[in-house]
């Protein structure tokens, strides 16, 4: 539910509304404009929904009362209809330009990470990726190289003069990953891990969420939901689009470009996506990610190995450093191009 509430409104008067609400079992977000100031309720209700909307309409104070159908308020755009910019460092996301992430899927050496970073780095890119903890279908297969991982990277992005991003993918793990990181991902397998999804809010550190291969756009928000819900504030999520499960095994998953208009509509949050995990085929990453960019998305995930043939994890789909630096020309044309074409919204 959002109330307007009058120009006039006093605030003993604010005060009586905000009590009613709280007393129903309400959380109120108040949202300040330049042209009015909006209170928006979240939570269960816990009462007759219809006899609340009337009590409040005709409290003094109030200009209006709306209902929010959709079950992502602080996701959605009904509370906070203006684009999230997301700052990872001093980094934007969702301000009109391109951001691209890029680095190895897992880190496996200093020497490894150190050539990759300076060369996505002189390629264009902002925020350095690479596993520390990494979600691996196998027991047997290489895992990460936990705590030793995040400082290699920290350290190399330091270095560079690049923010980082790594996956997290245990409660457990949350303090000591946001103690090296800049921005805490969480992997599409843990999507739904609403645990997870809540210890990570509480840090209040921007969060990058990845879309779970079988997740509907409302489950997305709804994982979104649960992270915005724990933070106070301070909407920094960044969504990331990364393939849904189709039927045809050529690719790893199907990406979903429309994703990006649609969420664009529904949500504030910038939007990412990373044609790297959704098709798992290198071939396939420069073409989805100029769609991707085509399609009006704030930034592009890419993994890139120097070695591909040697890598510990996803060599199949990282690019070759020259691959990247071309690709990264494309994008700028296309987005260029596009600028500007498609609000958010
Ligand atoms: C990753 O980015 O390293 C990763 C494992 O991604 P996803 O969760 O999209 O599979
Ligand atoms: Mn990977």
């Not at 301070?234 to 979903?256: K, Y």
């Amino acid at each position: 539910m959002i109330i307007t509430l009058d120009k006039q409104c006093t605030d003993p008067q604010k005060e009586a509304i905000e009590a009613v609400a709280r007393e129903a079992g309400l959380e109120v977000r108040p949202i300040v404009g330049v042209n009015e100031t909006v209170l928006g309720l979240v939570g269960e209700f816990n009462g007759r929904y219809e006899d609340m909307l009337e009590h409040l309409q005709a409290m003094p104070g109030v200009a209006g009362v709306m209902k929010v159908t959709k079950p992502y308020k602080l996701a959605g755009r009904s509370f906070h209809p203006n684009d999230t910019i997301v700052e990872v460092g001093n980094v934007k996301i969702g301000d009109g330009s391109l951001m691209h992430i890029a680095g190895p899927c897992a880190v496996e050496s200093e020497e490894q990470v150190r050539s990759i970073a300076h060369l996505v780095h002189d390629a264009g890119a902002h925020i350095l990726r690479g596993g520390a903890y990494k979600p691996r279908t196998s027991p047997y297969s290489f895992d990460g190289l936990k705590e030793d991982g995040l400082k290699i990277l920290r350290d190399i992005g330091a270095e560079v003069g690049m923010p980082t991003v790594t996956e997290v993918m245990d409660t457990r793990d949350v303090p000591i990953v946001s103690e090296h990181a800049d921005m805490l991902q969480v992997g599409a397998r843990n999507m739904k891990n609403f645990s997870l999804l809540q210890e990570v809010g509480q840090t209040g550190m921007p969060v990058l969420l990845k879309r779970g291969s079988d997740a509907t756009i409302q489950d997305f928000l709804m994982s979104a939901e649960h992270v915005l819900s724990r933070r106070n504030g301070t909407p920094n999520v960044v969504l990331c689009e990364r393939g849904i499960t189709g039927f045809d095994n050529e690719t790893r998953n199907q990406i979903d470009m429309s994703s990006i208009p649609v969420l664009h509509r529904l949500t504030h949050l910038p939007v990412v996506i990373d044609p790297s995990h959704a098709t798992g085929v290198r071939e396939y990453v420069g073409p989805m990610a100029l769609a991707g960019v085509a399609a009006g998305a704030d930034g592009i995930h890419v993994e890139v190995h120097n070695k591909p043939e040697e890598a510990l994890c996803d060599g199949k789909q990282s690019l070759l450093p020259d691959q990247y630096i071309e690709l990264v020309g494309r994008m700028r044309t296309v987005h260029q191009a596009v600028r500007g074409v498609y609000a958010r919204g």
